[in-house]
């Protein structure tokens, strides 16, 4: 029942994926919010021990954060985007531990940092990387808000 409710959970917030995030919103609060709370009333309703107890009490635990998604519509229901994002990194890892020191380390990871915000935002990431130390040595008065990856004159330039 559990995987069930949770398949149609996850089915129904994908087909909302379109939407803009004000319609995502309304559409979360009408149709997600039941399934969200009917999934949880059910995990209440459980005594189980074992295994199965172990994640019964983890869903519990992942309630508040998992009713965040009806706050905002640009939310997502899943943490797949940010598994995904940081994949290189825990690829890498091991070869990183081969760092000559604790700045090199800072570095890679800074620019790894840059790389996924780039992509996350639509960006091409040598473009941006380019753009940014192109730019931002250079700049005079101009707020670092410019260089963001989601400000206009970033996304023409970089995509």
Not at 20 to 37: A, C, F, H, I, T
Not at 46 to 66: F, S
Not at 100 to 123: C, D, M, P, Q, Y
């Amino acid at each position: 029942k559990g995987v069930t409710l949770c398949n149609e959970l996850f089915a129904l917030d994908k087909s909302l994926k379109d939407l803009s995030v004000s319609e995502r919103y309304d559409q979360r609060l009408e149709l997600v919010k039941p399934k969200l709370e009917a999934f949880f009333d059910w995990c209440e309703s459980l005594t189980a021990h074992g295994k199965l107890g172990t994640a019964i009490n983890y869903a519990l635990n992942q309630k508040e954060r998992m009713m965040n998604v009806l706050k905002d519509g640009r939310l997502v229901l899943s943490n797949n985007l940010a598994e995904r994002g940081i994949k290189s990194l825990v690829m890498g890892r091991k070869n990183w531990l081969f760092s000559k020191s604790f700045e090199g380390a800072h570095a890679v990871a800074t620019i790894l940092s840059l790389v996924e915000t780039a992509k996350s935002n639509g960006l091409h990431p040598r473009k941006y990387l380019d753009y940014l130390l192109t730019y931002l040595p250079n700049r005079q008065n101009t707020p670092l808000e410019a260089y963001l990856p989601w400000n206009p004159k970033v996304q023409m330039e970089c995509r």
